[in-house]
């Protein structure tokens, strides 16, 4: 589950804490500061959730217009669309708009490997560089090779899962 945190702007008011859109506008609605007038502008911060949503928070820039939004995608989405996402907002810099954002739609390439050299042999086992006969298989540089991807391809970890991308 994952917990935020409605932090007033007021220094005079008390925050707190929350799972869902409902139990942030019911509290919000009761809450006052100290001179009893009501508090209308929070900082949302992301408290208590698994890794991979504390980063997904952090790509979604939290705050009091978009947490709704937020709130669903960390609950509906699964795991594959949540890393698309922080790799395309995050690390990319792909924009979107919290209300009707497509993980999917974002040009971006994954590949779950630990290195580029692990990319690089990757692509060679699938034929990305042609048929390599058998007796020059063992001569091919996979270093060269992951240098080269190194211009495009990037590795990220989240969530203890390392990943190559590329943005498109």
């Not at 790509?59 to 217009?65: E, F, I, N, V």
């Not at 954002?101 to 590949?111: C, Q």
Request: proline letters at 3%; charged letters at 30%; one cysteine or more.
């Amino acid at each position: 589950m994952t917990r935020l945190y409605a932090q007033p702007y007021d220094i005079t008011a008390s925050g707190y804490y929350f799972d869902d859109a409902e139990g942030y506008a019911h509290k919000a609605a009761e809450l006052r500061n100290a001179y009893g007038e009501p508090v209308e502008e929070f900082e949302i911060q992301f408290i208590d959730g698994e890794l991979l949503d504390a980063a997904l928070a952090r790509a979604w820039g939290l705050s009091q217009c978009n947490f709704a939004h937020f709130l669903e995608a960390a609950n509906d989405w699964d795991d594959e669309q949540k890393l698309r996402f922080v790799i395309a907002v995050g690390e990319c810099g792909y924009s979107f708009d919290p209300a009707t954002v497509d993980p999917y739609g974002f040009e971006i390439d994954l590949y779950y490997v630990d290195t580029l050299r692990d990319l690089a042999e990757e692509f060679v086992d699938e034929g990305l560089y042609g048929e390599i006969p058998q007796h020059l298989a063992r001569y091919i540089d996979y270093e060269a090779i992951a240098r080269d991807l190194s211009v495009d391809f990037a590795i990220i970890e989240i969530d203890e899962r390392r990943l190559a991308y590329a943005c498109r």
